[in-house]
């Protein structure tokens, strides 16, 4: 997995994001990887604003998978923070499409060859799991939850490459929760 150097202009790098909401439409997760830094995780009380920037410093492209129809815009609505206002944006859903593949994110990774540990889990569960989170303090529900998060947010990572935007790397494993 690319580092999101690029060329003798310098260092152009890029974070990869992806949200969960609540059943209220709430940000309850906000998933970002980075292969210099590994993947962080702004959780309940963390997803605020200075984190999400702090997060995002030095970055030059946000990628998302369906970021221009869902998790932007509801960052901006949710947080008043216009990332497509601070960053470069590219939405590999309609790279997918461009190339004829259909489906959300779960649907085009197999297709491409890129495997998921926490298969058979969707978007859909995401407001469930964090509901048991919140309600029971269950935290395997929790550990779910961020696992799902993570790999959507590095195998966007790996998409891009499969889709050849970037170059072949080695992923940063590391992560950091950030809850208040």
């Not at 997760?29 to 702090?54: K, M």
């Amino acid at each position: 997995m690319n580092d999101g150097s690029r060329g003798p202009e310098g260092h152009i790098r890029r974070a990869y994001l992806d949200i969960e909401t609540t059943f209220e439409g709430a940000i309850s997760v906000i998933g970002i990887y980075r292969g210099d830094r590994g993947t962080i995780q702004l959780i309940g009380g963390g997803v605020r604003d200075t984190a999400l920037y702090d997060a995002l410093e030095g970055v030059d492209t946000l990628v998302t998978f369906n970021g221009t129809g869902f998790d932007l815009p509801v960052i901006r609505r949710r947080m008043y923070v216009d990332l497509r206002r601070d960053f470069n944006h590219c939405d590999l859903m309609y790279v997918c499409r461009r190339r004829g593949l259909r489906g959300g994110l779960k649907v085009v990774e197999p297709q491409l060859g890129i495997e998921r540990s926490t298969a058979g889990i969707s978007g859909w569960d995401a407001p469930r799991l964090w509901d048991r989170y919140e309600s029971w303090g269950d935290q395997a529900a929790l550990h779910t939850l961020l696992a799902y998060n993570r790999e959507d947010v590095i195998n966007l990572a790996f998409l891009e490459e499969r889709l050849g935007l970037t170059s072949p790397g080695a992923p940063c494993m590391a992560v950091r929760h950030v809850f208040a």
